[in-house]
C-alpha cells in the first residue's frame, strides 16, 4: 500500500497489458485477423471477400 502525504493508504494499481499476437479473447483475435488482412494481404476488413480472411487465417 503506498501512503500519500496525507497518511490515508491508497491501493496499488497494477496495470495489465496483453500483447496483441497472445491474447485468446474474441477481441484481440479479431484486431490479429485485421491486422494479418491489411499487412499481409493488403486488404481492408470491409471490402475482403471470404477467401480474403481464408488466406489470413491460413497463411503464417
Known amino acids: 500500500m503506498l501512503e500519500p502525504a ?3 493508504p ?3 494499481l497494477l496495470i495489465q ?3 496483441d499476437r ?3 479473447d474474441i477481441e484481440t483475435l479479431r484486431c490479429a485477423l485485421a491486422d494479418h488482412l491489411f499487412y499481409s494481404l493488403g486488404k481492408f476488413p470491409g471490402i475482403a471477400t471470404p477467401h480474403d480472411y481464408y488466406m ?3 497463411t503464417p
Open 6 to 8: 496525507n497518511g490515508v
Open 10 to 12: 491508497c491501493p496499488l
Open 17 to 19: 497489458v496483453e500483447g
Open 22 to 24: 497472445t491474447g485468446l
Open 56 to 58: 489470413a487465417i491460413w
